[in-house]
């Protein structure tokens, strides 16, 4: 996820973020457009944030299309960049990712999650990770199960979780096709698994897609 400023036809920006943001977890919370952490620069992995903001768009007749970025609670982990997120109910929920160890000057994998209510404007801690993980992805299978899958510990990893939102509980699920931090979309009765980066300074072309109900066996 990128986010920059949006300039008005007059050129002037409009109130933003401070900065551009890459590497980040979000998602839309009932039309709310969430962004929370990530860092200015992927190669500033010192400048891991624990930032939550609402992007509001706005419409205006005599101006381009923009938006300001509204300041919300604040991510209660450490900050982080490439966590898994998704969305289910009225609540982003965000899983594991990296930290910043300062004293070594290294990233450092976490198995923290939380789940943030825009409504309430509040983060509620949910059970961790069983193993430390970063570059994970996430996706919701339905209205209480979120797929997690694939990132990096000490290696590229296969494997999946399916997180029970309501028992608050993991269980172990499907593997992936392939170890790597990929992407992960649902569309009609399939999850797809495209591509992603499968070594250190690689990336894949594969491409495969399972049924949500094998999923959820």
């Known amino acids: 996820m990128i986010i920059d400023s949006i300039k008005t036809s007059e050129g002037s920006a409009i109130k933003d973020l401070g900065d ?78 990296m930290n910043y160890d300062k004293v070594n000057q290294a990233a450092l994998n976490t198995a923290e999650a939380y789940a943030f209510s825009p409504e309430k404007n509040g983060w509620r801690k949910l059970k961790p990770l069983a193993a430390p993980t970063r570059g994970l992805t996430a996706v919701t299978l339905d209205e209480n199960h979120i797929y997690i899958a694939g990132g990096y510990r000490e290696d590229f990893t296969a494997e999946a979780v399916i997180y029970d939102v309501k028992a608050d509980s993991y269980r172990k699920a499907v593997s992936l096709p392939y170890a790597a931090m990929v992407g992960l979309v649902k569309m009609g009765e399939h999850v797809y698994c495209l591509g992603g980066e499968d070594k250190k300074q690689s990336r894949t072309d594969k491409f495969f897609r399972i049924p949500v109900v094998e999923l959820l066996k």
């Not at 839309?28 to 768009?57: C, K, P, Y």
């Not at 997120?85 to 899983?95: D, K, M, Y």
């Open 20 to 97: 551009a943001v890459v590497l980040s977890a979000g998602g839309d919370v009932s039309g709310r457009t969430l962004i929370v952490g990530g860092t200015s620069d992927a190669a500033n992995l010192a400048g891991v944030t624990r930032t939550t903001h609402e992007i509001v768009f706005i419409d205006e007749p005599w101006k381009d299309r923009h938006w300001l970025a509204k300041s919300l609670a604040d991510y209660p982990g450490k900050p982080f960049a490439t966590a898994a997120s998704a969305v289910v109910g009225e609540e982003l929920f965000v899983f594991g990712g």
